[in-house]
């Protein structure tokens, strides 16, 4: 049976002491100090992502015992854990998300995990260990973040020009990056090399938008539902309806404030039909 709402909110505090306890127990130690490994898709890990990983599936199922979706499964696993949990729940976690900041040294990564119910987040809970900061939602109870619940947000009508935006140039079409370089009617475009910290900083007001070419389902999960609860916008290239699009990869276009998500969705989708010159 799955969690009531209530039930939900009484769980969050639990899963943010779990995700910023083993931030500081399994994650902070091992920052720079541990060797990179490639996987078959060419991304990096190590040991650090196995050892938050095996901690998040042990402490998690104390709290709540679902079928479970990491990053670091193999495909099949993945695929077979969201079925048995499709209805009545599934964990969904990323043990380090920007992975090569946090084997290189940069403090740009986070922890997230989300709890899906028929497709959709309802809970969501991420850590930025460097910053000491959590951010946390449950379906209909709003953003927190460090145990304090945000006020709406001001939305004061920002024009294009003067919007920031978090953009992964890597995973776009080329000719759709070329003119996000050159034509983009926005004021600047940032790259923080972890997507779940963009999905913070964007609920949290930090960011005006979110641009990605290709997103896992652990990557956007927490995400999706803390800038819902924020009364932010989400969908893909080809979708409005965000949660109709394939779970596992998806585009992103994301932002705070609904017509600014609107003008720059439809900018996007041109430049995405217009002709190479």
């Given amino acids: 049976m799955s969690l009531t709402l209530s039930e939900l909110a009484g769980l969050r505090p639990a899963v943010e002491d779990v995700v910023r306890g083993i931030s500081e127990r399994e994650i902070l130690p091992r920052f720079h100090k541990v060797a990179r ?22 402490e998690l199922s104390r709290l709540a015992d679902l079928p479970m979706i990491g990053e670091e499964m193999s495909a099949d696993k993945q695929q077979e854990a969201w079925e ?4 009545d729940g599934v964990w969904v976690m990323d043990p380090i998300d920007g ?5 290189v040294g940069l403090p740009q990564f986070a922890v997230s995990v989300a709890l899906l119910q028929k497709g959709r987040p309802v809970l969501g809970v991420s850590c930025v260990p460097m910053m000491n900061e959590v951010y ?5 109870g709003g953003l927190w973040v460090d145990g304090e619940r945000l006020p709406a947000p001001e939305l004061t009508g920002k024009p294009l020009s003067k919007v920031v935006a978090c953009i992964d140039f890597k995973r776009l079409p080329p000719n759709l990056s070329m003119r996000i370089v050159h034509e983009a009617p926005i004021y600047s475009q940032r790259n923080l ?10 609920a949290s007001g930090r960011l005006d938008a979110i641009t990605h070419g290709s997103e896992n389902l ?3 999960a927490a995400g999706q539902l803390m800038l819902e609860e924020m009364g932010g916008q989400v969908a893909t290239f080809e979708e409005d309806d965000f949660s ?3 779970p596992w990869n998806r585009s992103i276009i994301a932002a705070l404030d609904p017509s600014l998500f609107r003008i720059w969705r439809d900018w996007l989708r041109a430049q995405m039909q217009a002709q190479p010159e």
Avoid: H
Avoid at 136 to 140: D, E, H, I, L, P
């Fill in 37 to 58: 490994r490639m996987k078959a898709d060419g991304s990096a890990f190590s040991e650090a992502d196995i050892a938050a990983q095996e901690a998040l599936m042990r």
């Fill in 84 to 87: 048995r949990g499709f209805s």
């Fill in 99 to 103: 992975s090569t900041n946090f084997l």
């Fill in 136 to 140: 946390s939602a449950v379906k209909g």
């Fill in 193 to 202: 090399g972890s997507s779940v910290l963009a999905w913070c900083y964007l």
């Fill in 218 to 220: 652990w990557d956007y």
């Fill in 244 to 246: 109709a699009a394939p």
